[in-house]
């Protein structure tokens, strides 16, 4: 989901990009002049920018989940969720040291 919101918020400020260069090499286009003056332009800018913002919230946020994903950090196994090693490891770890 973040992903998709993402692509989609940064697409279409990309094509508000073009569509704002495109106005400034062609001022005298009548498409371009007609296009800038209405009024849903600015509503697209707010949600391309709510998307962007959004998915690139999400997709920071996401990779939180995946860090701490109940594994042993030694072998890999599974292990309940609070702990870092291991019964095995943990007792490997005791016994080295």
Do not use: H, W
Not at 39 to 67: C, D, H, M, Q, Y
Request: net charge positive; with cysteine; proline share 3%.
């Amino acid at each position: 989901m973040g992903n998709m919101l993402f692509t989609l918020g940064a697409l279409s400020l990309l094509l508000l990009a073009l569509v704002y260069l495109l106005g400034i090499f062609y001022p005298e286009n009548e498409y371009l002049i007609k296009l800038k003056e209405q009024e849903s332009i600015n509503i697209f800018l707010l949600t391309s920018l709510a998307s962007f913002g959004l998915g690139l919230l999400i997709r920071i946020l996401s990779p939180v989940k995946k860090v701490f994903k109940n594994k042993c950090k030694r072998c890999g196994a599974k292990i309940p969720e609070g702990d870092i090693y291991c019964s095995t490891c943990l007792r490997d770890l005791k016994d080295l040291y």
